[in-house]
């Protein structure tokens, strides 16, 4: 079974950067697409980025070059660098592992940014 642990939320100025990172146990995490999802408060959850384990990395509009998505498959770590923070990207950041039999999410990191 995957385990998923996430770091690198806070608080953070409009305009500001934040980088988060999420670690996973297991051997097989380098087969697996990773992504990062959000929710806001009285939002559905929303896929921010994925990076398969083949193919184009993906991202929502709303972030597209200003998040950076990307894996270290030797760490079992994947990374979302987020630059050029909005107030609009306030939400918890969730980890997913996503296989064929589901998806196992971390616990979340609060991600806050102040205008």
């Known amino acids: 079974q995957v385990q998923l642990v996430e770091s690198g939320g806070g608080l953070v100025q409009a305009g500001g950067s934040l980088r988060l990172s999420c670690a996973a146990s297991g051997s097989i995490f380098r087969l697996n697409t990773m992504a990062w999802y959000r929710q806001a408060p009285g939002k559905q959850r929303e896929l921010v980025a994925a990076?398969?384990?083949?193919?184009?990395?993906s991202y929502a509009d709303s972030v597209k070059g200003r998040f950076t998505i990307s894996r270290d498959n030797a760490k079992n770590t994947v990374y979302l660098q987020m630059n050029s923070l909005k107030p609009e990207d306030t939400a918890v950041y969730y980890c997913a592992y996503i296989t064929s039999g589901g998806t196992t999410w971390g616990q979340g990191t609060q991600v806050t940014v102040s205008s």
């Open positions: 990076v398969p384990k083949i193919g184009i990395i």
